[in-house]
Structure formats: C-alpha cells, structure tokens
C-alpha cells in the first residue's frame, strides 16, 4: 500500500507585521506575509490586526475562527524559507 504525506501545519507564531512562522511535518520552517491573501472577500477580516493575531491551530493549518483558513500546501509555497 502508497503512504501518502499529507503535508500540515504543526506550529505557528507570530513574527511580525502579518507574517507568521510556520512550522510544516516536513520539518521545514517557513516566514508568511499575509498581506496579499487579505485583499479580497471574507479575507479582508485579517486586515484587522486584533482578528489576524486571534489565528489557531486545527488539525492541517491555521485557522482564524472557523471562517478562514489556507490550504498548507499554499501556505508552503508562499512561504519563505527561514535560517
């Protein structure tokens, strides 16, 4: 039987501005800016700096209330790789 690896969101901490720190099961630690992903529809929510720092955790990615959340395999792609 193919083992899939469905990538996830492990950890998440805030940096700065709207970027934040992810921590991916594949080990890898990646810097997301935000801005371009809060310029249309419901996603304008996290232009308000109180709503975008209240994000969880569910079980793939982060998640801000139910209402909003990004697939982790975007979120990798957008990320930037940090040192």
Known sequence: MKEYNILK???A???RDY????TFNN???RDVDFVPLMQK????K???MDYFR?????PFTVDWHNEIG???EALYARGIATA
């Not at 970027?19 to 992810?22: A, H, I, N, S």
């Not at 529809?41 to 304008?44: A, E, K, Q, T």
């Open 54 to 58: 209240s994000f969880t955790l569910d």
């Open 27 to 29: 080990g890898e630690v």
């Open 19 to 22: 970027v934040l720190r992810l």
């Open 9 to 11: 969101v492990l950890s």
């Open 46 to 48: 996290l232009q308000d």
């Open 70 to 72: 990004f697939a982790p």
């Open 41 to 44: 529809g419901i996603c304008r």
């Open 13 to 15: 901490d805030y940096v």
